[in-house]
């Protein structure tokens, strides 16, 4: 524990936030739907957000308890691009290279929960 910016998981979730920053920027249908890129952007950035809070803090049950919070965000992140798909915001490509980066960000999360439970 410590240094968060050294962990791989969290550079690829800090990646991941920055690319649905740049996906919801140019893309003119989430412009519009200023709930769903709040929404979006929001579990994007609580990913990463937490990997870094949980990195810092002083003991692994807490440590954990902030990778499990990153896990639900994913997931909360996963919901809604396969929304953003299904109502044809993006293509069913781009939202499976995203969600296949959420599902690796998770799997990650959840190796790193088992070393220390």
Sequence with gaps: MGNFRK??????SKDLAVSIYKLTRSNTELRKDFRL???ICS???????NIAEGEMLSSYKQRNRHFYIAKGSAAELITQLMIANEIEYITKDKSE?????CDHIA???????????
């Design 97 to 101: 290279k995203l969600i296949d980066r």
């Design 37 to 39: 890129k709040q929404q």
């Design 7 to 12: 962990l791989h998981v969290w550079l690829m």
């Design 43 to 49: 579990s994007a950035v609580s990913i990463a957000s």
């Design 107 to 117: 799997a990650t999360l959840q190796k790193l929960i088992n070393i220390h439970s």
